[in-house]
């Protein structure tokens, strides 16, 4: 199992920056799959940015693509997720989750994810 706990959220103005982060612990993260997904009021959750186990591939919405960027860093148990020129429609409350082993990659469905983060608001207002 992998607990996960995301952080960096806050309010940012338009053209702005943010680095989210995603503290994991568990024996199996080393060898997981991880995701971003993001959530605004009144929207189902929706994919942003995934990375493979070993950091050897991405793939990103159509919607970040170019602004937005995943890494891991499996020595420190973390996956980051830095945001730039950032849109009043990034707002969302963004979650960090696992994908699971029998997924195959790549993948965007939610379903496909499991050992959700709490959350952490991201707000893009001026």
């Known amino acids: 199992q992998v607990q996960l706990v995301e952080s960096g959220g806050g309010l940012v103005q338009p053209g702005g920056s943010l680095r989210l982060s995603c503290a994991a612990s568990?024996?199996?993260?080393?060898?997981?799959?991880m995701g971003w997904f993001r959530q605004a009021p009144g929207k189902e959750r929706e994919f942003v940015a995934a990375?493979?186990?070993?950091?050897?591939?991405?793939t990103y919405a159509n919607s970040v693509k170019g602004r937005f960027t995943i890494s891991k860093d499996s020595a420190k148990n973390a996956v980051y997720l830095q945001m730039n020129s950032l849109n009043p429609e990034d707002t969302a409350v963004y979650y960090c989750?696992?994908?699971?082993?029998?997924?195959?990659?790549?993948?965007?469905?939610?379903?496909?994810?499991?050992?959700w983060g709490q959350g952490t608001q991201v707000t893009v207002s001026s």
């Open positions: 989750a696992a994908q699971r082993p029998s997924a195959t990659w790549p993948t965007t469905r939610p379903r496909d994810f499991f050992s």
């Open positions: 568990g024996r199996t993260f080393s060898t997981c799959d």
């Open positions: 990375i493979r186990w070993n950091g050897g591939s991405t």
